[in-house]
């Protein structure tokens, strides 16, 4: 059986739309798969390492082929733990709210423990870069406050998809299925809730397939 992490980028637990689309998601993916081994990562409980001096010096080593010191390689050591955990799964589901046009800085950071060489993408002079975490499929849920249709100005402004699904593709990963809230503000509660509802039966009928 499949293992399935679900990772939380929003910090507004039940107040949160992309949060609520993404637990209907796991839900109907529990539903439909008994059994199933779902890990749930909420990114601002979970105690993330800094990623600052020593573990960037580690991974400039890593890069130039070089062995870390004592202090770097424990640094090191609070990564590799971060990268097991997400290596281990072969399912994930995101929930990623917009903040200025980005993603929050809690996935970001997450984000800079992952993307590391030798573990998740590789590099060679011949091939180049090379994603190392393939063959698995991604599901995430988007939230923004505005809308940033395709075609329109406003998609010039929209960093938060096309950055996270580069950087999910830069690590291999090619199978990026996602459903997106929008408006969540701009138009009212009402439109966002119907907005939301909206989502979430697409949602579920992707879960089903997933
Ligand atoms: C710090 C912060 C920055 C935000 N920046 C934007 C933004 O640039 N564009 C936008 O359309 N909405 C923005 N919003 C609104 C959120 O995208 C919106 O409330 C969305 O529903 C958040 O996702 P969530 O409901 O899953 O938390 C921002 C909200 C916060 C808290």
């Known amino acids: 059986m499949s293992k399935l992490l679900y990772i939380q980028a929003s910090p507004r637990a039940d107040r949160s739309h992309s949060r609520k689309v993404a637990?209907?998601?796991?839900?109907?993916?529990?539903?439909?798969?008994?059994?199933a081994e779902i890990l749930t990562l909420d990114l601002f409980h979970r105690d993330?390492?800094?990623?600052?001096?020593?573990?960037?010096?580690?991974?400039?080593?890593?890069?130039?082929?070089?062995?870390?010191?004592?202090?770097e390689r424990k640094a090191w050591r609070e990564v590799e733990a971060i990268i097991s955990e997400f290596t281990a799964a072969?399912?994930?589901?995101?929930?990623?709210?917009?903040?200025?046009?980005?993603?929050?800085?809690?996935?970001?950071?997450?984000?800079?423990?992952?993307?590391q060489p030798t573990y998740t993408f590789s590099y060679t002079p011949e091939d180049g870069y090379k994603g190392i975490i393939t063959g698995r499929p991604v599901f995430v849920a988007y939230a923004r406050g505005g809308a940033y249709p395709a075609g329109t100005e406003a998609e010039g402004y929209d960093f938060q998809k096309p950055y996270l699904e580069t950087i999910l593709a830069f690590m291999g990963m090619s199978d990026i299925r996602s459903v997106v809230v929008e408006p969540t503000l701009q138009e009212g509660p009402d439109i966002g809730k119907a907005k939301r509802d909206e989502a979430i039966a697409k949602a579920r009928e992707m879960a089903r397939q997933f």
């Open 23 to 35: 637990d209907s998601f796991v839900e109907t993916y529990r539903q439909e798969h008994r059994g």
């Open 90 to 115: 072969e399912k994930y589901v995101f929930a990623v709210p917009m903040w200025n046009f980005g993603i929050p800085y809690r996935l970001k950071q997450y984000l800079d423990i992952l993307v």
């Open 48 to 71: 993330l390492p800094a990623f600052d001096g020593e573990a960037v010096n580690a991974k400039y080593r890593i890069l130039h082929g070089e062995k870390p010191t004592e202090v």
